[in-house]
């Protein structure tokens, strides 16, 4: 695990910074040793299958868990010591935030603001989550969509340094996905830090700047998505229809793998060029047609599958 | 305190939203007053029948009782209406002689006797309006007249002004109950508990603020149905507003500790039902809100005076109907249990609460 050496990593430690955080439910150990470290300005993901420990993680900052052992600083303050500290300056959606169901849309955002001590206005919000037309609406009344933004709008309502989104597209469609994902970079663009876990493998991909890879408590990995990629799949994927009778121990030149996934037999090399020519020779000299030939370069998908042995899926 | 008010204010908005929760929260109390005011008001008359000659003086004296309220009058045959007064479908018949021989006649009154009670209103009362019949048919000079007159202000014990204060102690059980026991484990099984715990709001603010609404709504809802009872149903009550006040509050908070405790075990709004109930039922029909507590078997009120609502339904009554003068030793007995049971459940619910 990349920890703490070098200047750029010096930097993030003192902002915040979770160092071998331990966390067990009876005789599950939900958070087995974590080591993170969040810059400021960015968006962190944590990904990982359901029952990875991901939101038990994000609740032991948000000062909503006590870890069994383990320090996580924010700046200068210890928040296992003061969680009160997490809970005035950090804005959090929950997995599953849910509201009054009777209040209206601006009292709910009211009712939360009376809680802090410095906060947004509550129309800046609201404009802001486009829920204008829903403002008078009681929250029972609203989509998925509306209930998420008003969520998200609630967790900004401090003006918080840091946002924590616990699964922030859940459930929802993806057009509302892709509006949550436009609001989460805006985040950043204001100059935020933004902590989400999704079990969105493109989600991880295309939004976080910042990735960890967590299952079974642990964290397996960490880095920028691209970086993680190239460091752990670095080859490229060609994938053929399983009809084609090509056998476990073929050798081609640069071949690192093959597998068999369903109807397909997907070859990894390190040389997609070589393997791909030496691929031809091998179909031509056998007269064997090389259908459902496509390539495909390595997605955090595999590195997951490569990481953990399993797909996110399962 | 500021955040605790804003989160009390927050949910009575959302009660007053409530248009469904709020119509069960008034309709029950008020049909039982409603329907068991009818029962114990109905104005009582006996069934009085006369037979015999269908024309003839006898006329005049149906139409002499006919005028007296106390009886509902009629006429029927003689076989009839002594089978009638058998079974007990009227209390008594006056049997009528032919009015051929000259007065004095000779009728008999047959009266049911299965009922004593009944039976000898009956009889007094027929025979004592004869006589004023007689007054009346023979023209004489009266010696004596009483004139009837009610009391000012005087207080009838109808079984409504029993009732009301029994339907103001279960109210204050069932709310306190329902309201905390049902919604937290209702917000405890959504998350809306757990986003009020990422906020700088302490727990015990927002338990605060929970806490005070109930008591707001408790004692709203009591009073409205006080004015109900008073205004539409005739229910007459004294109102000693500091020691009734104090007995509610304090009633209140003790369903309020039961309410927490269950909201501590129940994972569920589904599970935490039917322990409210096992709670709240054998409280229902055993404390006094129905019928007196001691009309019941010895073994069921030794029992019964272990029970929280038991004492509650004794103080509200006891000062609603005037019987116990503010802060009269029963009074502060019955503030004393409740405070015990207060104290102790609020103990055991900050051991067994659990905010998930």
């Known amino acids: 695990?990349?920890?703490?050496?070098?200047?750029?990593?010096?930097?993030?430690?003192?902002?915040?910074?979770?160092?071998?955080?331990?966390?067990?439910?009876?005789?599950?150990?939900?958070?087995?040793?974590?080591?993170?470290?969040?810059?400021?300005?960015?968006?962190?993901?944590?990904?990982?299958?359901?029952?990875?420990?991901?939101?038990?993680?994000?609740?032991?900052?948000?000062?909503?868990?006590?870890?069994?052992?383990?320090?996580?600083?924010?700046?200068?303050?210890?928040?296992?010591?003061?969680?009160?500290?997490?809970?005035?300056?950090?804005?959090?959606?929950?997995?599953?935030?849910?509201?009054?169901?009777?209040?209206?849309?601006?009292?709910?955002?009211?009712?939360?603001?009376?809680?802090?001590?410095?906060?947004?206005?509550?129309?800046?919000?609201?404009?802001?989550?486009?829920?204008?037309?829903?403002?008078?609406?009681?929250?029972?009344?609203?989509?998925?969509?509306?209930?998420q933004r008003l969520a998200v709008a609630v967790a900004l309502v401090n003006d918080p340094e840091v946002v924590f989104l616990d699964e922030p597209t859940a459930g929802l469609d993806p057009q509302a996905r892709r509006n949550v994902w436009d609001s989460v970079r805006q985040l950043r663009e204001e100059g935020r830090s933004v902590v989400l876990t999704t079990h969105y493998m493109d989600e991880a991909e295309a939004l976080c700047d910042q990735l960890a890879v967590m299952d079974h408590g642990r964290v397996l990995d960490e880095g920028q998505p691209k970086e993680l990629i190239a460091r752990r799949m670095p080859g490229a994927f060609i994938e053929l229809s399983s009809e084609v009778p090509i056998a476990d121990d073929v050798s081609l030149p640069g071949l690192e793998r093959l597998t068999r996934e369903g109807p397909k037999t997907v070859l990894m090399t390190q040389h997609l060029d070589e393997t791909l020519a030496a691929l031809a020779e091998w179909a031509r000299a056998r007269d064997v047609p090389l259908t459902g030939l496509a390539t495909r370069s390595a997605t955090l998908e595999d590195v997951f599958l490569h990481l953990t042995g399993r797909s996110l899926r399962d | 305190m500021r955040q605790l008010l804003t989160v009390t204010e927050a949910l009575l908005r959302t009660l007053v939203r409530n248009r469904q929760a709020l119509f069960w929260t008034f309709f029950f109390p008020v049909m039982l007053m409603v329907v068991f005011g009818f029962l114990g008001n109905s104005s009582f008359k006996l069934n009085l029948l006369v037979a015999g000659p269908a024309n003839g003086p006898e006329a005049k004296i149906v139409q002499a009782y006919e005028k007296i309220p106390y009886f509902k009058v009629k006429r029927t045959s003689r076989q009839r209406a002594l089978h009638l007064v058998r079974l007990g479908q009227a209390d008594a018949v006056l049997l009528l002689p032919p009015a051929t021989t000259p007065p004095p006649w000779h009728a008999t009154l047959v009266y049911n006797s299965a009922n004593m009670q009944t039976a000898q209103q009956a009889v007094s009362a027929v025979t004592s309006a004869a006589a004023q019949i007689n007054l009346a048919m023979t023209g004489q000079h009266p010696f004596l007249v009483v004139k009837p007159q009610a009391a000012s202000g005087s207080r009838s014990a109808t079984y409504l002004d029993f009732l009301l204060p029994g339907v103001l102690a279960l109210m204050a059980m069932q709310n306190s109950l329902f309201g905390v026991a049902g919604s937290l484990t209702r917000w405890k099984e959504k998350g809306v508990l757990r986003r009020f715990l990422a906020t700088p709001l302490r727990p015990v603010q927002f338990l605060g603020g929970v806490v005070l609404y109930q008591l707001v709504f408790g004692i709203l809802s009591a009073a409205l149905i006080v004015a109900i009872a008073v205004v539409f149903l005739h229910a007459t009550v004294v109102l000693p507003l500091l020691p009734l006040l104090a007995t509610v509050i304090l009633g209140m908070a003790t369903f309020l500790a039961i309410g927490f405790v269950i909201a501590g075990f129940a994972k569920t709004e589904e599970a935490s039902m039917p322990i409210i109930n096992v709670v709240s039922f054998p409280m229902m029909f055993l404390s006094g809100v129905f019928f007196p507590v001691t009309t019941l078997p010895p073994f069921l009120r030794s029992i019964v005076h272990f029970l929280p609502l038991t004492y509650l339904v004794d103080g509200v009554r006891g000062l609603m109907s005037g019987q116990y003068a503010a802060w009269a030793p029963a009074v502060q007995t019955d503030i004393f249990a409740l405070l015990v049971w207060f104290v102790l459940l609020a103990i055991v619910s900050t051991r067994s609460w659990r905010w998930e």
């Open chain 1, 1 to 147: 695990m990349p920890a703490s050496q070098g200047g750029i990593h010096l930097a993030r430690s003192e902002f915040l910074c979770l160092k071998d955080v331990h966390k067990t439910y009876g005789a599950v150990r939900a958070v087995d040793g974590v080591d993170l470290g969040i810059e400021p300005g960015r968006i962190f993901g944590l990904l990982g299958p359901n029952g990875a420990g991901k939101t038990t993680t994000l609740e032991m900052i948000e000062g909503l868990r006590r870890p069994d052992s383990g320090t996580i600083t924010y700046g200068e303050h210890d928040l296992v010591r003061q969680p009160r500290v997490a809970r005035e300056r950090f804005g959090v959606q929950l997995q599953t935030s849910a509201f009054f169901e009777l209040l209206r849309v601006d009292e709910t955002i009211d009712l939360f603001a009376s809680f802090y001590r410095h906060t947004l206005p509550t129309e800046t919000l609201i404009e802001r989550f486009e829920l204008g037309e829903k403002r008078k609406a009681y929250v029972q009344h609203l989509s998925g969509g509306q209930r």
